[in-house]
């Protein structure tokens, strides 16, 4: 039945990017002030740079900033004290922490700032300049006057999934760095592992950051889980903290590290079990993706671990903030244990949820003691006791809005937005991602300061993350191409005050980054030279309408419908496509000199006599992940994939589907998708049974089945199944679908109930 290869769904509703034709100077992140004049400066002639203020740190800046404009463009600048300087940097008290002026006139650069910090933004500023023109020798006549709009503006690193090395870390912060993005929160701990060196804790790292797997695939792909067999470790030095510490400051970067707690910390828990609730016997690390019940036991024994930790974490990181995880602490432990129970009644504790918020809040003394703020998940404050620390609203905003309600600090990093760990592009195509999808367009939307709050409230709002969770990011490949281009987006959010902000002209200016990328070998996504392919019911024309777009500026898309490759030669597209049967749109991007740009993006769509048709369920149907299901799912012209269950409803056993075929129509057969996934305790069909009727009352059975399917093989897998149906004629087709109702022996949650996961329901 596998006749049609299957294909995805639309992703999200896009509209179509007009470019404005003047895009003005070509900044990312967009200044808050450009005045824009004739003429240009040329560097490769007046090439010397000179500071002439009293910060002996801006020469390093100035050192740093040679270094990369040879490396990127060849270009070559000195710093002749005897001769007169073509780029001049001078202090102005008056400006702001990380303001700067940038002033370019034919024969002078003239550049302004009140700190290093201005004057390495300033230098990131005519770094942008020099990529975008063309031959990178020149800088544009202009007036910059810039500063940010948030003060915190941040990027996660996941190492307590996978270990990255420190040149990879390097390599990350130093790309980071060119966008404005002034905090790195490195996440050094967690289930899977612990990547920080702690010399009274030895075997912290010693058992702490070795686990002998790595699962693999999406959570629900096989079962049992399957593992690459592969020992992954790996941790950092306190030498080599140290180390990038320095390297992080040259580039105006804070690291935040995090150290979770009292969740997230199987860790440290394998390598220390006297921490965890006394009735844990053995304790290893997690494999994969997952959070472990095992979490520290609040006795004061563990305070005191904790307490060393920190200290030693004060001392390696100067920066004014410790996060301390707090997020998804599961209280089972909690409940069953002794000590953790005594010590609800001794405090007069509510809960489990008031204990965890009584455990923040003795870590926050401890933070306090060593001379550190703490930064915290949004959960820290869910258990309702008074908090200093700053909040990480992560999800969703709602975390956020509290916490500044109640004066609470807060940094924005909500998943709906900032999660760059989702899918960027179509996940049937995509590299492996944890579920979910935010585009690069949806990032750049984010407004941080939530219109709940009052003026007041807001201020509070101290800026946005970016975070790049690591279950499926294993190396620095995989980290740039989550990461980039979108956290372009979030740089210019946290930086450009939002009169400023513009997608379009974004978006444009986005393009030159492409070419830096591949200076500096970044393995960005691509998807920007992609079209994307979706298709719909036009209920107007009463046809199936397939659109392309792109959001890359100046190209044509160029796109085949028999199946053929798509060339320079192939029809340009103009405006919807429709289809009147099962069809292969395979399609191109090309630019100005007709080449194009990236292989093909393919897609398949099924035109039936289904297609378009309203449905209603007897039964409501679920998402197997946390996309909603879409309203037309069953009838949209598009099959589900796997491993990702975008395209896919879960729907209990013995539903009823009505499809309202619209006109009165002539009835053969009836196929529909069917899934086995034992731990979303998914079955396939069982049997159907089809009826059809004129009215939509009086309904005459007219074809019925029951499947077979070969043995599980242990991994998720489609099946197609096929009614042949008597041919009749009628408007209404009732299609009864059965499944098991008991779960076979062995399987994941023997308690769940069974269902069926349901895509494409084609009608002949
Ligand atoms: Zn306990």
Sequence with gaps: MNLFRLCVANLVALFWVVIPTAMGANIIPQPSYIQEKQGTFDLAHNNNILYVGKQPEVNQIIDNFMEQMLGDYGLSLQTNKSKKAGILLQDKKSLGEEAYELSVAANKVVIKASTPAGFFYALRTVNQLILADENHTSLPCILVKDAPRFSYRGFLIDAGRYYLPLKDVKKAIDLAANYKLNRF??????????????????????????????????????????????????????????????????????????????????????????????????????????????????????????????????????????????????????????????????????????LHAYFIQQVEKIAEGLGRKLIGWDEVLEGGLPLKATVMSWRGEAGGIKAAQLGNNVIMTPNTYCYLDYYQENPEFAPLAIGGFISLEQVYDYEPIPEALTAEEAKHIMGIQGNIWGEY?????????????????????????????????????????????????????????????????????????????????????????????????????????????????????????????????VKNF?????????????????????????????????????????????????????????????????????????????????????????????????????????????????????????????????????????????????????????DEIEVF
């Design 185 to 354: 929160h490195w996440h050094l701990t967690d289930d899977q592992g612990w990547r920080l060196e702690i010399k009274k804790y030895p075997r912290l790292t010693e058992k702490g950051s070795v686990r002998s797997n790595s699962a693999i695939g999406t959570w629900d792909q096989y079962y049992p889980r399957h593992y690459d067999g592969k020992e992954h470790s790996g941790y950092y030095t306190q030498d080599e903290i140290r180390d990038i510490v320095r390297y992080a400051a040259d580039r105006q970067i804070t690291i935040v590290p995090e150290i979770e707690m009292p969740g997230h910390a199987l860790a440290a828990l394998s390598a220390y079990p006297e921490y965890a609730c006394s009735f844990h016997s053995s304790l290893d690390l997690m494999a994969g993706a997952g959070i472990s019940d095992q979490v520290y036991c609040p006795k004061p024994q563990t305070f005191r671990f904790i307490k060393d930790i920190l200290t030693e974490v004060a001392s390696l990181f100067p920066g004014e903030y410790i996060h301390i995880g707090g997020d998804e602490c599961p209280k089972t432990s909690w409940e069953q244990c002794e000590d953790c129970q005594a010590l609800i009644r001794k405090e007069n504790l509510k809960d489990e949820f008031e």
């Design 473 to 601: 990011v294993a190396t620095i490949e995989k980290f740039e191409y989550m990461a980039f281009p979108r956290l372009l987006a979030i740089a210019e959010v946290a930086w450009s005050q939002p009169e400023n902000k513009n997608r379009e002209l974004f978006i444009s200016r986005l393009k030159k980054e492409f070419s830096f990328f591949r200076k500096r070998n970044v393995n960005t996504c691509r998807e920007y030279f992609r079209p994307r392919i979706q298709g719909g019911w036009d209920g107007e024309k009463g046809m199936y309408a397939v659109t392309l777009e792109t959001i890359c500026p100046d190209v044509d898309i160029r796109y085949t419908l028999d199946g053929s490759e798509p060339t320079v030669e192939s029809d340009i597209y103009k405006g919807p496509v429709y289809l009147t049967e099962n069809t292969c749109v395979k399609a191109v991007v090309t630019d100005k000199d007709n080449q194009i740009l990236e292989a093909p993006t």
């Design 606 to 758: 099924l035109v039936n006599k289904a297609t378009g048709c309203t449905y209603t369920l007897s039964t409501d149907a679920w998402s197997l992940d946390w996309y909603p299901v879409k309203p037309t799912l069953f009838t949209d012209g598009v099959q589900g994939f796997t491993p990702s269950n975008y395209e896919w409803a879960a729907i209990a056993s013995g539903v009823e589907i009505v499809i309202d075929l619209k006109k009165n129509t002539t009835v053969s057969g009836v196929r529909f998708g069917t899934m086995v996934a034992p731990i979303n305790s998914t079955l396939p069909a069982k049997s159907m049974i089809c009826y059809l009727s004129k009215d939509g009352k009086e309904f005459r059975q007219i074809g019925e089945s029951t499947f077979s399917y070969p043995v599980y093989k242990g991994e998720k897998e489609i099946y197609h199944n096929y009614v042949k149906t008597d041919k009749k004629d009628g408007r209404y087709l009732k299609l009864v679908i059965n499944g098991q109702t008991e779960l076979p022996e062995g399987y994941p949650y023997p308690n769940a109930l069974p269902s069926i996961a349901l």
